[in-house]
């Protein structure tokens, strides 16, 4: 009897570490056969997001802007439990901007038009809001909302210049001010 356990126990391991191997070197999922979404870094221009704007209706919003004007996108999760954590900050960071600081803030959201709303209602922001619940897994929009809280800063040509945690407020104030002042290099925020 002690032999059969032994040899059940043995090939029980061989499943787990067969399971193991299979997890560790098969490729990333892909939504629909489609391949994952690219990412979006320091450097790369948005012209454009497509989605659902604050009233639900279809809409492109251009990312590109008047010169000397800086978008910051605040990716969010209404079921993101640091996204809580957070929301209560932005709801006042919303409002301030440097003296003559032209500055569009958009948060941006995997959830429902009708959700996201709610959310925001719930936070007294005081923002636009753009839902890209209903976009491809392989789109730039997806990717922008698969890590929250997340924020983004973009020049008025709509190239990402800084990315961090929604957290770090006051790292993102410094990325503005340093579009602001050409010349003082870009930053890169943090990564994943």
Known sequence: MKRYQDVVLFLLLLVVVAQAVQVVVRPGPAADGVAPAPGVLVGDTLGALTGHIGD???????????????????AFNSECAFCDDVAPEWAGHFGSAPPGATIRRIAVTRDLPGPA???AERFGWQVDLLSVAQTPQ???ESFLVSRTPWVYVLDSDGVVRFQDH??????????????????TGQLTGGGG
């Open 117 to 119: 709303a709610t959310y």
């Open 166 to 183: 929604g957290a770090e407020l006051r790292r993102l104030e410094e990325a503005i001010a340093a579009i602001r002042s050409p010349g």
């Open 56 to 74: 639900g209706v279809l809409g492109i919003v251009p990312l590109d802007a008047d010169p000397g004007t800086v978008t910051v996108l605040y």
């Open 138 to 140: 392989s789109s730039r």
